[in-house]
């Protein structure tokens, strides 16, 4: 699995759950649509959390770089209905940021012959 990571806050005034319903429906779209396999909301608890780090954390797994390059394919194809459902997240959020994980170690790795 690859799991994409966005960590973000929301921009003063917008309603938590408000966020969550939105990611809810643009995700889910794209997971009943095949190009995501699932995905996480979370949120730092109690305050704690890594200085500087949004609050909220979002996990979007997919089963390998083709299937996430074919969700950024829709995405950015900038069209309806996923471009009102990106916008409606996306327009929520600030302080955005994005990392890409991998499981490890992966399923082809071989034990052994490696050289450094």
Known sequence: MDIYHIF??????????????????????LQSD???????????KLGLGIAGMPEFHLWIETTGMGQLDAAFQ?????????????????????????????????TQRNRGDERF
């Open 74 to 106: 829709t995405v950015s194809s900038r069209a309806d209905p996923v471009e009102g459902l990106h916008h409606a997240v996306n327009s929520l959020v600030e302080n955005a940021t994005f990392g890409l994980y991998r499981d490890f170690p992966d």
């Open 8 to 29: 973000c806050d929301l921009k003063p005034g917008v309603r938590d759950l408000d966020f969550t319903d939105n990611v809810h429906a643009y995700l889910g779209r």
């Open 34 to 44: 095949g190009l995501i396999e699932a995905y996480r909301i979370t949120r730092r």
